[in-house]
């Protein structure tokens, strides 16, 4: 079973908020917000949402993450 499995011995494994500086996001994932639901949040800022749909991508003011929608 891989690090990035859903789940690990019952265990739910949340994906680290703002381990990453871009992610590819698709319609499904909207509306956008940063952090992301299934992110950590111990180490995270407010969520914010992000008008990725309007240009295709976003940029988190916060983290300064790029978001690009996919699909």
């Known amino acids: 079973m891989s690090a990035t499995a859903a ?3 019952g265990a ?3 994906i680290p908020a703002n381990a990453e500086h871009r992610y590819n996001v698709t319609h499904a994932d909207l509306p956008l917000s940063c952090p992301m639901p299934g992110m950590s949040l111990w180490n995270s800022h407010p969520k914010v949402y992000l008008p990725v749909e309007a240009t295709g ?3 988190c003011p916060y983290c ?4 690009t929608l996919t699909d």
Do not use: I
């Open 7 to 9: 789940s690990v011995s």
């Open 12 to 14: 739910v494994r949340l």
């Open 57 to 59: 991508t976003a940029q």
């Open 64 to 67: 300064s993450a790029v978001y």
